[in-house]
């Protein structure tokens, strides 16, 4: 068993335009307000257990910073809970793809992002 390394590596974001298009077709989604969630289950290897990306829209945050912001929020909330995520995925031996999408028009504090993050891993642990 190795150290947990609460890291994101490179192979943890996801940014092959095939799999996010796949994520997108066959994927299922939820809501953990202020995130949705999609999430597809992957039989096949992939470089990492748990791929992700984080979006949010142009058109309610106009500047970069803001968008910025969140996504620094929403990466640091699955650093911190994702063992919970991948441990279980681990031992099923199995990969996911995950897209969390920011839906509300306002900012909301790291503590509410947590809270959602941590519900939205619970229901991830779920339906894998």
Same mark, same amino acid.
């Given at each position: 068993?190795t150290t947990k390394?609460y890291?994101l590596s490179k $192979? %943890?974001? *996801?940014?092959?335009?095939? !799999?996010i298009?796949?994520l997108f077709?066959k994927?299922?989604s939820?809501v953990a307000f202020p995130l949705?969630v999609?999430?597809l &289950? /992957?039989?096949? @290897?992939m &470089?990492?257990? +748990?791929?992700? =990306?984080?979006?949010? &829209?142009?058109k309610?945050f106009?500047?970069?910073? #803001?968008?910025n *912001?969140i996504k620094?929020?929403?990466? $640091?909330?699955?650093r911190?809970? #994702? !063992?919970?995520? =991948? %441990?279980p *995925? %681990?031992?099923?031996?199995?990969g /996911?793809?995950i897209a969390?999408l920011? =839906?509300?028009? @306002?900012?909301? &504090?790291? +503590?509410a /992002?947590e809270? +959602? /993050?941590? #519900? +939205?891993?619970?229901?991830?642990?779920d339906?894998?």
């Open positions: 068993m390394r890291t $192979e %943890e974001r *996801l940014s092959w335009k095939r !799999y298009d796949l077709e994927g299922q939820f949705r999609v999430y &289950p /992957m039989e096949e @290897e &470089p990492a257990r +748990a791929s992700f =990306l984080v979006s949010v &829209p142009k309610r106009k500047r970069a910073v #803001k968008r *912001l620094r929020q929403v990466r $640091e909330a699955y911190v809970r #994702k !063992y919970d995520l =991948l %441990e *995925l %681990e031992a099923k031996n199995k /996911m793809l969390f920011y =839906l509300d028009k @306002e900012i909301h &504090p790291y +503590a /992002m809270k +959602a /993050m941590k #519900k +939205a891993i619970h229901i991830l642990r339906k894998e």
